[in-house]
């Protein structure tokens, strides 16, 4: 079984700055992928970044980087020049060898973009 | 840029009535899923679909849920006596396959059982 927790309920940042988003995960599988999503108060969900679990560096797309710690169990989000567009919730998720391919989610964490 | 698409973006419906929610997934995309998501809760899984069959399924996906592939380009979710506890926005998302991992969502439906 995969577990995803994500321990920072709501996080602020002045616009401009970076931001790291927290999470840790923990699996047995030799194998995995975690993911980041997006939810703007309008409710959809939006793929930011994957990161396979052999995977040599670290994923980056835009201003979203993924730090991911092997060793640590942890996938940390981070968002580079925080924009106001950026408030949002963030999911962290992921998909183990022995799970198929479903996503385990994990709480959540309401990022606030201050001007 | 090819999205996934969900109809309606929001259902109202009374409990025990049946209740079909339709998704496009993305047209060269192979594996379809929905998720639901409780008001204020994380994203769950229900079920996955693969070469018109279910491939997993999970603990809430009971026989009340259904899933379809009626034509080439529909995916559909039916619950078949709507409970209260029945109410989210519920996800259709789509993956490639072929080596690609990532999961696109749709805009969600929110149903509401009253």
């Known amino acids: 079984a995969q577990k995803i927790t994500q321990t920072q309920p709501g996080m602020f940042v002045q616009e401009k700055e970076a931001v790291t988003l927290d999470c840790t995960y923990d699996?047995?599988?030799?194998?995995?992928?975690l993911f980041w999503y997006k939810q703007p108060s309008s409710g959809e969900m939006i793929f930011l970044i994957y990161?396979?679990?052999?995977?040599?560096q670290n994923a980056t797309e835009g201003r979203y980087s993924l730090n991911f710690q092997k060793a640590r169990k942890s996938a940390n989000l981070v968002i580079s020049a925080s924009q106001l567009g950026d408030s949002a919730m963030y999911f962290c998720a992921m998909k183990g060898e022995t799970s198929g391919s479903r996503l385990t989610f994990g709480e959540g964490t309401q990022l606030t973009v201050n001007p | 840029e090819p999205e996934v698409t969900q109809t309606p973006s929001h259902q109202v419906t009374q409990m025990g009535q049946e209740v079909i929610l339709r998704c496009v997934p993305i047209s060269n995309h192979l594996y379809f899923y929905w998720y639901r998501q409780i008001l204020g809760q994380k994203v769950e899984f229900l079920v996955s679909f693969y070469n018109n069959e279910i491939s997993e399924k999970s603990e809430i996906f009971d026989d009340q849920f259904s899933v379809e592939r009626p034509d080439g380009s529909n995916f559909t979710l039916k619950i078949r006596s709507t409970k209260l506890e029945d109410s989210a926005m519920y996800f259709c998302?789509?993956?490639?396959?072929?080596?690609?991992?990532?999961?696109?969502f749709g805009p969600g439906t929110r149903l509401t059982v009253t």
């Open positions: 998302a789509s993956r490639e396959g072929n080596g690609g991992d990532e999961q696109y």
């Open positions: 990161q396979g679990s052999y995977d040599q």
């Open positions: 699996t047995s599988d030799p194998s995995y992928g």
